[in-house]
């Protein structure tokens, strides 16, 4: 299957600074790109959704001026916890849509995830 | 109601045995079905893709379908130890559209 990274794969930060978290689609190109958090136990939630070169589309309750998306390339997005604090720790996890041939080979592939924590 | 239905389990079984997990949805529009296994502190992992009812298999592994139904399956024959993980069910739209609706999860655990 397709490869997706994300770095860093984890990130301890005091509070009121901002963390920037890369996923890259490693061997194809990733038209969509999506922003997931998890928190323990829990499925995964969708914050957001990255289109190349348009801006992103957030879920409701997302702050989009706290959760900054940019996906200047192909095959890579990123996403900026501006101004962090504890309560934003979690697992943020994305995935990186490969639009196969049709709609019937249309497939998500997951990074392997960046566990923040915010003193 | 949510549109995913998933027992979170946890479930536990001898190795060797024989795993079903399962899932429902409400929305009859759902066309593409997907199993992934994630690995604690690990991302999900895409394990099975079916569009139609009926079964697919790959390996150890068969994915069930009932569109009728509005039921999906995973079945693992002969569990192994490195199959504990949380086993997570997705589903989408066509046409295109991409989003994927998660279950909850089920938490495996298969002891030795």
């Known amino acids: 299957g397709a490869v997706v990274s994300q770095h860093p794969s984890w990130v301890i930060c005091k509070s009121g600074t901002s963390v920037k978290i890369e996923c890259r689609s490693l061997?194809?190109?990733?038209?969509?790109m999506f922003w997931y958090r998890q928190f323990p136990k829990q499925s995964l939630m969708l914050m957001a959704t990255?289109?190349?070169?348009?801006?992103?589309?957030?879920e409701q309750g997302v702050e989009k001026d706290k959760f900054l998306i940019n996906h200047a390339s192909l095959t890579l997005s990123t996403l900026t916890v501006t101004s962090a604090h504890p309560e934003d720790s979690s697992f943020y996890i994305c995935?990186?849509?490969?639009?196969?041939?049709?709609?019937?080979?249309?497939?998500?592939?997951f990074g392997p995830g960046t566990r923040l924590t915010v003193l | 109601q949510k549109e995913v239905e998933q027992d979170p389990g946890p479930l536990s079984v001898p190795e060797g045995a024989i795993v079903s997990l399962n899932c429902t949805y409400s929305n009859s529009a759902f066309q593409y079905f997907m199993w992934y296994r994630q690995y604690s502190r690990k991302g999900p992992e895409l394990l099975m893709y079916t569009y139609s009812s009926g079964n697919k298999e790959d390996g150890r592994f068969t994915a069930q379908v009932d569109k009728s139904s509005k039921y999906i399956s995973l079945f693992i024959r002969d569990s192994q130890p490195s199959d504990s993980a949380t086993y997570l069910c997705?589903?989408?739209?066509?046409?295109?559209?991409?989003?994927?609706?998660f279950g909850a999860g089920t938490r495996l655990a298969v002891h030795p």
């Open positions: 061997d194809f190109q990733a038209t969509t």
């Open positions: 997705a589903m989408r739209l066509g046409g295109g559209y991409n989003k994927l609706i």
């Open positions: 995935s990186a849509r490969d639009p196969g041939t049709s709609d019937d080979t249309d497939t998500q592939y």
């Open positions: 990255s289109n190349e070169g348009s801006k992103a589309t957030y």
